[in-house]
T-cell receptor, first 111, second 111 residues
Framework: DAGITQSPRHKVTETGTPVTLRCHQTENHRYMYWYRQDPGHGLRLIHYSYGVKDTDKGEVSDGYSVSRSKTEDFLLTLESATSSQTSVYFC??????????FGSGTRLTVV | QKEVEQDPGPLSVPEGAIVSLNCTYSNSAFQYFMWYRQYSRKGPELLMYTYSSGNKEDGRFTAQVDKSSKYISLFIRDSQPSDSATYLCAMSAGGRRALTFGSGTRLQVQP
């Protein structure tokens, strides 16, 4: 996807281990978001950022933390992964009220 | 009860059919309405957007918003097998804090 890259694309991890997902943008947009997608729930907001070091919680933030030390990078950390955090994680950037662009996603499996 | 309700389908139609996809919502503060298309194992991509009430047409696609009924629709004319995907409605109150998504409708267009 143009201007936004997620890494890794796939990850399998064990319960109780920390996991960090990375979102990198080349568009210099102020707003960045982390969503998770689960069957029957659509996409749900975990955290978002409105600038360097400025973040806020979303609907499903428990168990997750984020950091943004540079405009281009937004990190999502699962401090101690649980099986309920098995999901597909999408990062998004926003250029306008309509202009949300999503990355290709990270498939995370917690075993 | 979810803020945005969307029939998950699956919806199966023959090629050339007119498809109607719908969402209802409960938050009267929503002003920005979007439809995303998501192919399997890909990120959502913006298909159509509208502000407040009214219609918007783009090629074979028409988006309608009825704020009085809290109901939005996406119509696809002359559907093609390449339209087979999951369609997600999304909406926000503005300020770029979050998009609220429906759970998605899976559409299959049979050749």
């Amino acid at each position: 996807d143009a201007g936004i890259t997620q890494s890794p694309r796939h990850k399998v991890t064990e319960t109780g281990t920390p996991v960090t997902l990375r979102c990198h943008q080349t568009e210099n947009h102020r707003y960045m978001y982390w969503y998770r997608q689960d069957p029957g729930h659509g996409l749900r907001l975990i955290h978002y950022s409105y600038g360097v070091k400025d973040t806020d919680k979303g609907e499903v933030s428990d168990g997750y933390s984020v950091s943004r030390s540079k405009t281009e990078d937004f990190l999502l950390t699962l401090e101690s992964a649980t099986s309920s955090q098995t999901s597909v994680y999408f990062c998004a950037i926003s250029a306008s009220e309509y202009g949300y662009t999503f990355g290709s996603g990270t498939r995370l499996t917690v075993v | 009860q979810k803020e945005v309700e969307q029939d998950p389908g699956p919806l199966s139609v023959p090629e050339g059919a007119i498809v109607s996809l719908n969402c209802t919502y409960s938050n009267s503060a929503f002003q920005y309405f979007m439809w995303y298309r998501q192919y399997s194992r890909k990120g959502p991509e913006l298909l159509m957007y509208t502000y407040s009430s009214g219609n918007k047409e783009d090629g074979r696609f028409t988006a309608q918003v009825d704020k009085s009924s809290k109901y939005i629709s996406l119509f696809i004319r002359d559907s093609q097998p390449s339209d087979s995907a999951t369609y997600l409605c999304a909406m926000s109150a503005g300020g770029r804090r979050a998009l609220t998504f429906g759970s998605g409708t899976r559409l299959q267009v049979q050749p």
